[in-house]
């Protein structure tokens, strides 16, 4: 089985970091990101990788090369422009041949991705989600009122609890009739026309140390951090 890596993006959120390296190469801890990705797949016992490129690949593609030096089998699919999550992935369509996963070029995951796959491949899914439970407290009251406006309760700075997307998929290679060609297109609008399609979409639920989403300056910052306290004193 291959995995897809989307590492193409522009990083935007975490300017000016982004602006000589892309967001998937900036360092965590000794190793760029993307690196850890390629580990964990590895663990899981997956070795071919495509990884979907575009803002700065040069940095990609000479620092892994074809993958001999990580252990695994390394290719690259192209495009000259962003084309978000979807439209990205279909640039790999090319190099898949059957059953393959997807994964965000900017998270770290530490779940059981065979189990996702076995558990994929025991239901006949379509697609497998990767979900992660989120708890959160708002930071407002929240006032229930009836039909008719009268307040029946003051709930001050509820925690409120969802299973939020991470980032990470199962799917099989029939997923690319639904993206188009050469446009901008977000893995959101592919999963809603699978749905309303009727084609089985299973959760895989994971715990709470399940992933690291560095969507911003500030996480970034707090997750390099943790990283370099790991390596201890150097």
Known sequence: MKAVILAGGLGTRLQPYTTFLPKPMLPLGEKPILEHLIDWNKKNGVRSIVLCVSYLRRAIEDYFEDGRRFGTNIEYAVSDRPLAT??????????????FVCMYGDSVFNFNLKGMIKEH???????????HKYKTNLPYGVIETTKNGRV??????????????????????????????NRPYGMD????????????????VTGKDGFTDIGSKASYKMIHQQYIQRLGRI
Request: one cysteine or more; a positive charge; glycine letters at 8%.
């Open 86 to 99: 979807a439209g990205q992935l279909k640039t790999a369509e090319g190099f898949l041949d059957g059953t």
């Open 121 to 131: 491949l025991k239901k006949r899914s379509f697609v497998t989600m990767s979900l």
């Open 152 to 181: 029946t309760s003051w709930n001050e700075k509820p925690e409120i609890e969802a299973n939020i997307n991470m980032g990470c998929y199962v799917m099989e290679r029939e997923i690319f009739k639904y993206i188009p060609k």
């Open 189 to 204: 609008s592919v999963i809603k026309e699978v749905v309303g399609d009727k084609r089985p979409v299973n959760a895989f």
